[in-house]
């Protein structure tokens, strides 16, 4: 792949802007974001129909991913160790195709929020006092406009600008274009093959 | 891996040593490119990977290091092909299919050396000390027993892998987590992690490689030490391991694809020089008395909810404010009260297996337990080799009649009820004791269905009395 074909398509994400949705609830696991069972396929085409599957039919209709007031919400407000559990890119990939493009919470699993860069999807954290007046604001009046800079490293809504956490190395992959991780090892042509000659076992 | 010493002379843990072994750059992001040696994989996270690699027309990079096998979705009553299930059909014949075209090794049940990833792996001798390790699943941290660094990966992860042989990960902390003292009769390798995660929370080991030590790990035969470095990810780590020792070198010797006599006693003084220096200076150190840990058993809906068989489910004020939501919602969701006694707790179903107990010595600790009793009218009760071959050794020394004698069912390998993408599923708001890893709300297979994690020894008591026991009451 040549530098120049690259270039072509890196696809720089700096900013988000839509209307949020707001899941409260700390350690939402992976289980619950998409069932194992919807994971018996070999795409991820129809992921984002599942998502939140069992947790959407337990709550008859009142889960905020089923509240017309959220309704075409791109940024999804969460509490603290989201995404927790298993590996499965299922999971981002289900809430990505249901419609998400960002998500704003206390804290998030690691492997959760690695799959999550992978996919041009920005994890963003707020401290505690923040991310409760950004649910409160959103709850409040959901069709505002939630504004994630990543550049500046903000988040601003109805409830003002709020500083917000995106470790240096995922925002300038995200802000660079270089999310896409496969581009950027092969990259490294042949110190791979020159690394390899040195591991006794390879 | 030329020399263990660091260019400035400074000990550095087995971790530092593994990682600089297999730096193959730094990246822009800060993140560093390192090498896999070994790649993992199975039915449920490839085919999107193959998938994407065809897309953009590459090859995979270094075909001979990467192995797969098919776990999840294979049912454990009745394997024939094609699976009776169209769906899991799909699935198995998509990963025989890219083993085919990119010449993959693939352990599938023809081979007779089918079973969990994180079964066979070891059981192969795949996995090394000084290895690093990644597979779509984030239960690979099982193989840093070995003292490999292992890596959970997501599929667009494992693409990377295919392709480069590389993945792209920001460097850990090292926090070292000594278990001292003895452990009690009774309180088996699965209380000591379910401990450690007790105390240090379900996300204490974000960013963090735990290193376990103390006597008690450097007791534990290398099944045990398997146990314990599975559930790193349950608390947050992203990898876990043990310092190889004599007991890592016993049980590589002679396997599969360890190197035979000759070479065997060169590799293994390699393997032993890769443990932590003396005097490596560490992120943090946590110590956890041994001989204070009980058989534990989950309450609630993830890992850290769990608390020793003596004692009682929490009541929502009796726990930090921060923790009060999460108890509340799992108290609902469990149905459980608030302040009640663990133990007594009626069971429908019981399950011992998956990657983290379903091994040899798992299974012959639950057998003992079985040989006292029947299982109770009602209940119903599974026992899932982990591989091909801890069912081939379990019948050798006749396992699998004791358990058939007391009413249990003996199945074909797989994940299974761990997390039900097979036949073997609980039904409605049935509890089910299990030997699994994970607790999640509807984990195994009913959107309702409740789980109790605890030692395969401790299943196999519930199964008989149809309710949670303390196992060391049995004796
Ligand atoms: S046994 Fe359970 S945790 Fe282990 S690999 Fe299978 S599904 Fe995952």
Redesign the interface.
Known sequence: MSPNKNDEVLVRIAEIEGSACVLR???V?T??II???F??????DDMGRHAFE??R??AKGKHPLDDPRYSGAEILVVG??FG???????A?QALMRFGFKAFVGG?F???FA??CT??GLPCVTLPADALAKLMDAVELDPQQRVRIDLVARTIRSRAGVMPAGI????R??LT?G?W???R???D?GD??ER??A????? | ??SNASPSGAPRSLFQKVWD?????E?????T?L?I?THLIHE??S??AF??LRE?G?PV??PA?TFATVD??IPTDDQSRPLA?D??E??MS?LERNCRDYGIQFFGPETGAQGIVHVIGPELGLT?P??TIAC???H?STHGAFGAIAF??????V??VL????????PLKVRRIEVTGKLAPGVYAKDVILAIIRRLG??GG??HAYEYAGPVIDAMSMEERMTVCNMS?EG?A?CGYVNPDRTTVEYLRGRRYTPDDAGFEAKAK?WLALASDPGTVYDDVVRIDGSKIEPSITWG??PGHNLGVSESIPTPNGVPD?ER??VE?ALEYMDFAAGASIEGTPIDVAFIGSCTNGRISDLREAAKVAKTGHVKAGVRALVVPGSMAVREQAEKEGLHEIFRAAGFEWREPGCSMC???NPDKLKGREVCASSSN?N????Q?S??GRTLLMSPAMVAAAAIAGKVVDVRKLS
């Open positions: 609830g700390d350690d696991d289980d619950r069932p194992a069972r994971m018996k396929v070999v795409t991820f069992d947790a039919k337990a603290n160790n927790c559990g298993s590996s499965r890119e299922h981002p804290s699993a690691e492997i690695g799959n992978s996919l470790p240096d190395g995922v300038m992959q660079e270089t896409d991780a496969t950027v090892l092969l490294a110190a791979i690394t390899a040195t591991i006794p076992y390879f | 891996m030329t072994a297999h730096r193959v750059r990246l822009p992001s800060g993140q490119q090498l040696g449920v996270t085919p999107q998938a994407m953009l590459l990079r270094f290091r999840h979705i299930d769906l899991a799909a699935m998509e090394q000084g290895m779509g699943d984030s690979t959970g990966i997501g599929t667009s992860q693409r990377d392709a480069s042989q590389c993945i792209a990960i920001a379900v996300n974000v960013g990810i947050g992203r390699a809906i993830h921060d939501a999460g919602e997390l039900a993408m994970r999640f709300k509807g984990r297979g959107p309702s």
